[in-house]
């Protein structure tokens, strides 16, 4: 659920731990990258890495994740259970078993739209978030942004194929019926829309991430909610679900009534926040971004504006919408938590230099 050097195993019941090396990263790969020699198709751009593995998908932690998490619903049980998988693709690295790259020929890869300007209305504090435009005119340069596309598709139908195993082995168990299952993403992702790459922004490409909900009697099959919603409704949903009290701390509610009926009246916003006291407020029509620091803004017409070209947060038209949308801004901001991991990385990084 935490890649990466965030285990803490008194957290759960029972977890699947990895022995030595990494399993995500021992591979093949690695090995020929160690030898100076990368199988065809593999190539590194700036901070971005491609790889077609020549290897079964078992080589891989995702695939050896769900293999577990499949062993986990094939046990019987006597009591409630809480079952967590957590798939890393597709975080970089882009690194899967080349028949993934096969699925998605070069020649049919359509490309993010762009436009050269995009930045120019933005204000200091999303200049500085966004970063450079380096790494894209690197990806452009090289000729490497529809292999990168591929990559990534790739990378999603790699963990949509464990996800789907994982499925299965529920669908074929006697809790079918009894289950609720929750899934989620941690953020979105940028192909070179705005001329950024990775995450990292309070725009829509890295803060819209998949949300998707099974709750026996409550949902139906294919319904699709338009109303924005953000990851801090998922706990009190879950209480609601599983008739439990949820704790007096939660900032998020339930969307129970959203499960049963997409169409629902909900009136509020999604907040997404990166670093301290920078949020974006998100409605079903607009987008509104505020800056610590400076006070920067940025407010985006999606009826108008889908890809999010045009700033409108210095027009004194939206007064009333930035306004409206701005109640909605956290007001208890807390600086950024320094883990144990986090801190023995500075401390070893100190002693280096």
């Not at 751009?45 to 769900?66: C, E, F, I």
């Not at 949902?219 to 109303?227: F, H, I, L, P, Y």
Request: glycine share 6%; net charge neutral; with cysteine.
């Amino acid at each position: 659920m935490f890649h990466d050097g965030y285990v803490r195993a008194a957290d759960w019941t029972e977890f699947r731990v990895e022995s030595g090396e990494s399993l995500a990263r021992n591979t093949q790969e690695t090995a020929l990258r160690e030898r100076g020699r990368l199988p065809a198709g593999a190539f590194t751009v700036g901070r971005n890495v491609v790889t077609p593995l020549d290897v079964p998908d078992s080589a891989l932690a995702d695939h050896q994740n769900a293999t577990w998490t499949i062993g986990q619903l094939q046990r019987p049980r006597t009591a409630p259970r809480f079952l967590a998988l957590g798939l890393r693709k597709p975080h970089p690295l882009f690194e899967v078993p080349r028949r993934y790259f096969e699925m998605y020929p070069l020649e049919e890869i359509r490309l993010p739209k762009v436009n050269d300007r995009d930045r120019d209305d933005l204000p200091r504090g999303g200049q500085r978030m966004a970063g450079t435009t380096e790494e894209h005119d690197a990806i452009a340069k090289a000729g490497k942004w529809r292999e990168m596309v591929q990559a990534y598709l790739a990378c999603i139908t790699f963990a949509d194929v464990q996800l789907g195993r994982v499925l299965d082995a529920l669908a074929a168990s006697p809790d079918r019926d009894n289950t609720v299952i929750v899934l989620w993403s941690d953020h979105g992702w940028h192909l070179g829309e705005k001329q950024h790459w990775h995450k990292f922004t309070l725009w829509e490409e890295s803060t819209r991430a998949p949300l998707l909900w099974v709750a026996p009697g409550v949902t139906r099959a294919g319904g699709v909610c338009e109303r924005p919603v953000d990851f801090t409704h998922i706990f009190p949903t879950l209480c609601d679900l599983a008739g439990l009290p949820p704790p007096a701390n939660l900032d998020g509610r339930s969307i129970r009534t959203l499960l049963a009926n997409p169409a629902a009246a909900w009136d509020t916003p999604a907040v997404s926040t990166f670093k301290f006291n920078n949020h974006a407020v998100r409605s079903e029509r607009w987008r509104y971004i505020r800056y610590d620091g400076d006070g920067g803004e940025e407010l985006y017409d999606h009826d108008a504006d889908p890809l999010e070209w045009k700033n409108l947060a210095g027009d004194p038209a939206f007064a009333a919408v930035k306004t409206d949308l701005a109640r909605w801004l956290p007001q208890n901001n807390r600086r950024e938590v320094v883990t144990s991991n986090a801190a023995e990385k500075k401390a070893k990084a100190k002693k280096k230099s």
